[in-house]
């Protein structure tokens, strides 16, 4: 029988560990001090920093998506395994395997929603905003 591993490159898991280390590579290229005049003193060079990185993380953010993105595309390549792999070795410790009662109850899930399929009681796509209950 086939089975579905737990692990998976698209994981939230991996997403935290990959934007970790995407931050860490771009904040290395952050200077300490943005603004030389603020040398030495230690609030205001903070502040600016904190700003900059603030500002930065929308580039992090996106970047790290697109890994991700890329990386459940190409999930069986060992190289994209090789490069997630800080992240899939985290689920290890944030995902278990279900027990019984878990896939009984996700089997009668699956089991209702085909049978309503079946049934034509599935709800359907609303074309437009005015379609929507008040």
Same mark, same amino acid.
């Given at each position: 029988?086939?089975?579905q591993t737990r692990l998976h490159p698209r994981c939230g898991t991996s997403f935290a560990v990959v934007v970790l280390l995407v931050s860490m590579l771009l904040f290395t290229f952050v200077p300490r001090y943005p603004i030389a005049a603020l040398e030495g003193m230690w609030l205001p060079s903070t502040m600016v920093r904190f700003v900059l990185e603030v500002a930065i993380l929308? %580039?992090?953010?996106?970047?790290?998506? =697109?890994?991700i993105r890329l990386a459940g595309k190409f999930r069986s390549s060992a190289l994209v395994t090789a490069l997630f792999?800080?992240?899939l070795m985290t689920q290890y410790i944030t995902t278990k395997e279900p027990d019984e009662s878990q896939i009984e109850?996700?089997?009668?899930? %699956?089991?209702?929603?085909?049978?309503? =399929?079946a049934l034509g009681l599935t709800p359907k796509p609303l074309e437009t905003a005015e379609?929507?209950?008040a």
């Open positions: 029988p086939w089975m929308p %580039l992090v953010s996106g970047i790290s998506y =697109e890994m792999w800080p992240g109850v996700a089997l009668s899930a %699956l089991k209702a929603v085909v049978d309503a =399929e379609e929507l209950p």
